[in-house]
């Protein structure tokens, strides 16, 4: 680490936070030593110097991230080591929470005090080895103390069955006192694996984690690098809490990017897996190659894919060039178009939006409960609730289903489309919910995912509207070209469910209420749509897309 890392900026001040962490140690010791109620003053004395030093390395991180890029390795690094002092600052106050549970007016005796104190002992010796290896190899401390506190919790577990095994013999406020100091010594455990995770994060970067380190080693060894020649840097946060990130390699020539991590919950990883290949054997240059997939660790598994250079859509929509969108969308056309001609299947599918929409509703209701009210009377006028017209609409929907099923992407988000403009082509990723399904799915998915993003200059909003006019005229093509009569009906339905359940990610008042009313519009003329006039309806595409 060179000397202008942030870490040998604030290494004096994370020094005399440990030293101090190292005195709440003794006088915690002390307590199982002793039981002297008189230890509760000692330790609460230095809890003021303790919160300084913190308040301290806070304002120092503040002042180094002052101008810096978000998300680059340097940012992220800072952002760790406050991390780092939050977490050692927790450590301070676990210890005096120990020493308060066992403080009594009189002397106080723990039932398995032997065990507490060899409990302490090893957990000031942890403290000790971080004073002495985070400023020499922070990631061999980290994985240290990790392997400690796990040794930590079967000590705990042996503690916490004495206690239990005498507390016939204990009196009532003994019994007290001893379970909540177990409770304090359990959250010390989990308080040095949150040091143990942040002093790797320090090292390796926000996305490095114990969970995950096996992982990034057994990935980055499959490229012939060891993890000490790579950098981590994540590349985006998801609603999942997967971690993605790049790993790269500077040489001669720069910063060259080896490839994409990405771990997450093992099912989805195995989905992705699954996801890629299906879009892989329709054409190998649709989906990033999957370059490592490790073997799943509990309910976590990783993969290492081909890094694709390129935007995503969502990159160009925020720039709002012209020029630059046209291109993207034109590629995209061709290759939704090649794509949905080559896996077309004469099965029908039935896309359900409603059944979608109710298993959604719930989480918009919580964000916006005053869009799904309850029906509502106003001079005789009835104004029926959200979930009424939902259940109309949905006693229809049989009558529309797809004539065919193609090979759609399942998550269709502007997020997840990279257009390279060098090669002109079209990447899809995050592949898990691939499936074979009706395409109007991922129409009316993409269409909506452009209409919430947040970006409000006047300018670059009409470009986005035009956008999703666009990929409405297309898909409305490829449904003319193949006989698919119930399209505008059948979309309808997908932007009601896509605007209604995206109002849950949109705080935004006047952005999320503009949502909600277009899924009401459409929701109230699909359920009021007389038999007769269902071939003929038509999208309000002007009303929806123009503001």
Not at 179 to 200: F, H, K, M, P, Y
């Amino acid at each position: 680490m060179s000397a202008s890392a942030p870490l040998s900026i604030i290494k004096d001040d994370l020094t005399f936070l440990l030293s101090e962490i190292e005195k709440h140690g003794v006088y915690t010791e002390l307590l199982f030593k002793t039981g002297s109620p008189d230890v509760l003053t000692s330790i609460r004395a230095r809890r003021g110097y303790v919160q300084t030093l913190r308040e301290k390395i806070e304002l120092h991180c503040a002042r180094l991230l002052e101008r810096r890029k978000l998300g680059t390795s340097y940012y992220n690094q800072v952002v760790a080591v406050r991390g780092l002092a939050n977490a050692l600052a927790a450590i301070a106050r676990g210890l005096l929470d120990t020493v308060e549970a066992g403080s009594l007016d009189e002397q106080f005796e723990h039932p398995d005090s032997g065990n507490c104190l060899k409990f302490i002992k090893r957990v000031n010796r942890t403290i000790a080895l971080v004073k002495v290896g985070f400023s020499e190899d922070i990631r061999r401390t980290g994985i240290k103390v990790a392997r400690r506190s796990e040794k930590l919790k079967t000590l705990y577990d042996d503690i916490q069955m004495e206690t239990l095994s005498q507390k016939g013999r204990l009196l009532d406020v003994e019994l007290k006192a001893s379970i909540l100091c177990n409770g304090c010594l359990r959250r010390l455990v989990d308080q040095l694996s949150d040091i143990a995770e942040t002093l790797i994060k320090v090292d390796l970067g926000h996305v490095a984690t114990l969970k995950n380190y096996k992982h990034l080693k057994h990935v980055t060894s499959e490229l012939n690098y060891d993890l000490n020649d790579v950098k981590v840097r994540r590349l985006a946060l998801t609603r999942s809490g997967s971690a993605i990130a790049s790993v790269s390699h500077q040489n001669a020539a720069g910063q060259h990017v080896l490839a994409v991590y990405k771990e997450g919950d093992r099912t989805k990883i195995d989905e992705e897996v699954q996801g890629v290949q299906n879009w892989r054997n329709v054409n190998p240059k649709l989906a990033p190659d999957v370059l490592v997939k490790t073997q799943s660790d509990g309910e976590t598994s990783a993969l290492l894919i081909e890094h694709i250079p390129g935007k995503t859509l969502e990159s160009l929509l925020r720039e709002g060039k012209e020029k630059a969108l046209e291109k993207a969308l034109k590629t995209l056309f061709k290759t939704l178009n090649d794509t949905w001609q080559a896996t077309l299947t004469s099965e029908h599918s039935r896309a359900d939006f409603m059944q979608q929409l109710r298993k959604r509703i719930k989480d918009s209701a919580g964000v916006h409960p005053e869009y799904f009210t309850p029906e509502q009377r106003i001079c005789g006028l009835v104004r029926p609730s959200f979930y009424d017209i939902v259940d109309r609409v949905e006693a229809k929907e049989s009558r529309w289903p797809s004539p065919f099923s193609v090979l759609i992407h399942g998550d269709f988000n502007v997020d997840n489309l990279i257009y390279d403009d060098v090669e002109e082509r079209i990447y899809f990723i995050d592949l898990h919910r691939s499936t074979y399904f009706d395409y109007v799915q991922d129409i009316s998915v993409l269409m909506v995912s452009i209409y919430r993003l947040q970006i409000l200059e006047k300018n670059k909003r009409k470009v986005m509207m035009d956008c999703a006019k666009d990929i409405y005229k297309f898909g409305q093509r490829f449904a003319k070209r193949h006989n698919d009569d119930n399209f505008d009906l059948r979309l309808a339905a997908g932007l009601a469910r896509s605007f209604a359940t995206s109002t849950r990610f949109v705080l935004d008042k006047k952005l999320s209420t503009r949502m909600y009313l277009r899924s009401r519009y459409l929701l109230e003329m699909l359920a009021t749509l007389p038999i007769e006039k269902e071939a003929k309806f038509k999208l309000p595409l002007k009303e929806l897309y123009s503001e």
